[in-house]
């Protein structure tokens, strides 16, 4: 696995195939494909997906966006931070270390880290030093968020917020 490594996804035709890997194996969920064409600019090397590739398949991905302090409701200090979306790892691959790989490459940017786990994945996240984040109606909607928390991060104190603005 030392040749192996994350590296940042071209947006083209052949990833967009790459992709339709993914779908097949029933993620439909995860998919990626809107989120590539929404975005499709001819091999734009800056673009929110990150993958692994075992020769030339595509094995891993995930998006990671990077969200402005002035929106951060979840950190203090505010500050801009990582929302990480749909990390998949093809089912012959998993449990190799390749989504481990993937979240450790995120990690790398020393921001925090925000992520809406898939049902059944909290173990994974668990694993990888992500908390529950207090759930907060306003600001979650629904979702149930996972936070990670470099040094010198923690998260922020929702319960303070509104008894301040009582």
Known sequence: MNKVKVENLLINYKTLEKFKNFREYGNQELSMLEDLENNFIENNSESPFYGIYMGESLIARMSLYRIKSKYDNY???????????KLEVLPDYQGQGYGKMMVDYAKSFNLPIKTSPRINSHGFWEKMGFQKAHYDLERDLGENPLIWLPEGVQEKDTHQTEESSN
């Not at 950190?75 to 979306?85: G, M, R, V």
């Open 75 to 85: 950190f203090d200090p505010p500050q801009d931070y990582l929302a990480l979306w």
